[in-house]
């Protein structure tokens, strides 16, 4: 009932740019915290980046600089801009939320996008 779709990856050089988004949809209230994630081969996966329904952000170290993390809250989106690449980010990306599903009950129920992959190659 509710989807998160997401779109942006593809094949950049090293120093390149992408920006992932992920749009929220079906029967929700509100969308509240959303991340991204990103696993690549062999390795678990891993919280990348974070943002809350009140627009504080967080990131994992090797990010710091080079990612940011943003919403959308009419269109129930987030994004992730990804600068100065580097062939170690290189990975399946994957897009979480804690949805609102009922206005007069707080319970938030975790929503997974479908992955997109992100390769930072030369």
């Known amino acids: 009932q509710v989807q998160l779709v997401e779109s942006g990856g593809g094949l950049v050089q090293p120093g390149g740019s992408l920006r992932l988004s992920c749009a929220a949809s079906?029967?929700?209230?509100?969308?509240?915290?959303m991340h991204w994630y990103r696993q690549a081969p062999g390795k678990e996966r891993e919280l990348v980046a974070g943002v809350t329904s009140g627009g504080n952000t967080n990131y994992v170290d090797s990010v710091k600089g080079r990612f940011t993390i943003s919403r959308d809250n009419a269109k129930n989106t987030v994004y992730l801009q990804m600068n100065s690449l580097k062939p170690e980010d290189t990975a399946v990306y994957y897009c979480h939320a804690l949805v609102h599903l009922y206005r007069f009950t707080y319970h938030l129920t975790d929503y997974w996008g479908q992955g997109t992959q992100v390769t930072v190659s030369s």
């Open positions: 079906g029967s929700i209230f509100s969308v509240n915290d």
